[in-house]
C-alpha cells in the first residue's frame, strides 16, 4: 500500500466508524492506484453519500454529476460563516444532492423560521393521493402537481383565502417510497390574519381537493387525504426543509412514512433512484406565494465573503483525489482545527500524486 493509500485509509477510518453499510465505491484518481480502502462506516457523510449518487447516475448528464468539480484553482477559505471550500461547482440540485440540499434546506429553514412572531396564525396542509407500487412516480407527480394547481387557482381558493384570512403560503413538494410505492406529497404552511375555523377550513379543502383529484383521475381518501393542523415556524420549517435536509434525521429511520431519497441510495436501488432522478427533473422543490416573504417580513441572508481569509490553495490534481474519496469533510475539520496539519496534509497529499506507487 502506498503512503496515499495509507494516509486515505486512516483519514476514512478516522472520519467513520465501524458497522453498517460500506463506504461508497473508490475509484483511483489522478493515476494513483488506491487499493482497497472499502472499509465499513456506519454513517456516511454528505461528501460520501454524493460519490454514491454520482456513481449510481453515472453515464447520464445530470448537473449533479458535476457538483465538487473544481472550476479553476479550489482554495479553503475563512469567511464570516466558518471556513469553506472555494473554486468549485455547487449543483443546487435539492432532490439528488445531499451536499447542496443541506446547505440549500438550511437557508430556507432559517428564512421560515424568521416568520415567527409576526402575528400570523400558522397551518400545516399536506396533501396526498392514493397510490399503489405499480404507479410510476412520473404520472404520480404530474397528477400531484395538476391537483395542486387546481386547488390554488380560480375562484375557490380566493374565495377561501377571503374568508379564512389566508395571507401567504409556502408549498413544499416531497418524495418518499413504501410498501405502496412512490408517495410523493405537498407540505404547505398556511399563514392567516387571525383565528382560522380549522374544522371548517378543512371541510371545505377536501371536498375540493378529492374533486380536482379525481379530474385527473387518481383517487383521495376523506380521511387521509389531506391534513390540516396548527403549526409554528420551528415545526413547519422542519416539516418543509429537516425531512429531506437532515441526512442525520434521514438516516437513522425516525421517518415512518418510507424511505427517503437518500435511503434508497444507500441500499443501492438502482432502478428506483433513476426513476426518482428523472421524474424529479426541474421539479421546484419550495415555492412562495406572491409576495409572501415581504407579508412575512423575510429576509434573504446574503452572505459577504470578500474579505473571506484564503488558508490554502488545492491543486486539481490533489482536488481530484480529495473530491473521488469524498475526503472534503475531513479537509474542512482539519482547516478548522489545526492550519499546520492541513498544510502538511495537502503537502503529502501532493507528493503522493506527484509519485505514485
Ligand atoms: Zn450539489
Not at 153 to 175: D, M, N, Q, S
Request: with cysteine; glycine share 8%; net charge positive.
Amino acid at each position: 500500500m502506498s503512503d496515499l493509500n495509507n494516509n486515505i485509509y486512516i483519514l476514512i477510518n478516522k472520519e467513520t466508524t465501524a458497522g453498517g453499510t460500506r463506504s461508497p465505491k473508490t475509484g483511483g484518481s489522478a493515476g494513483v492506484s488506491l487499493g482497497n480502502t472499502g472499509i465499513n462506516v456506519s454513517k456516511l457523510s454528505k461528501w460520501q453519500l454524493l460519490r454514491i449518487v454520482q456513481d449510481m447516475l453515472a453515464e447520464t448528464n445530470y448537473g449533479v454529476l458535476d457538483c465538487q468539480k473544481s472550476i479553476g484553482q479550489v482554495e479553503i477559505m475563512r469567511g464570516s460563516e466558518g471556513v469553506f471550500i472555494g473554486g468549485i461547482v455547487t449543483c443546487r440540485n435539492v432532490w439528488l444532492c445531499p451536499v447542496c440540499n443541506l446547505r440549500i434546506s438550511a437557508e430556507r429553514g432559517e428564512m421560515i423560521r424568521q416568520s415567527q412572531n409576526k402575528g400570523f396564525y400558522m397551518a400545516m396542509l399536506t396533501l396526498t393521493l392514493q397510490h399503489n407500487l405499480s404507479d410510476p412516480l412520473d404520472d404520480l407527480l404530474g397528477a400531484l402537481k395538476f391537483a395542486t394547481r387546481e386547488l390554488k387557482t380560480g375562484g375557490f381558493w380566493f374565495r377561501l383565502k377571503k374568508e379564512f384570512g389566508i395571507k401567504a403560503y409556502v408549498t413544499a413538494y416531497e418524495i418518499t417510497h413504501g410498501k405502496n410505492g412512490w408517495h410523493p406529497h405537498v407540505h404547505m404552511i398556511i399563514y392567516f390574519d387571525g383565528v382560522p375555523d380549522l374544522d371548517a377550513l378543512f371541510q371545505k379543502l377536501i371536498d375540493r381537493w378529492q374533486h380536482v383529484v379525481e379530474k385527473v383521475g387518481c383517487y383521495a381518501s376523506k380521511n387521509h387525504g389531506l391534513d390540516l393542523s396548527k403549526t409554528d415556524a420551528e415545526q413547519g420549517a422542519d416539516y418543509v426543509t429537516k425531512f429531506r435536509g437532515n441526512l442525520a434525521y434521514e438516516l437513522t429511520g425516525q421517518y415512518n412514512k418510507g424511505k427517503t431519497f437518500w435511503e434508497l441510495v444507500q441500499q443501492k436501488k438502482y432502478k428506483l433512484v433513476r426513476e426518482y432522478a428523472s421524474a424529479t427533473y426541474r421539479l421546484k422543490t419550495l415555492t412562495w406565494s406572491h409576495n409572501a416573504k415581504k407579508i412575512l417580513g423575510i429576509t434573504e441572508k446574503i452572505i459577504d465573503d470578500q474579505d473571506a481569509e484564503l488558508l490554502a490553495v488545492i491543486p486539481n490534481k490533489v482536488w481530484n483525489v480529495i473530491r473521488s474519496h469524498a475526503l472534503q469533510g475531513f479537509v474542512l475539520e482539519l482547516a478548522e482545527i489545526d492550519q499546520d496539519a492541513l498544510k502538511i496534509y495537502l503537502g503529502q497529499l501532493s507528493y503522493d500524486v506527484e509519485n505514485p506507487g
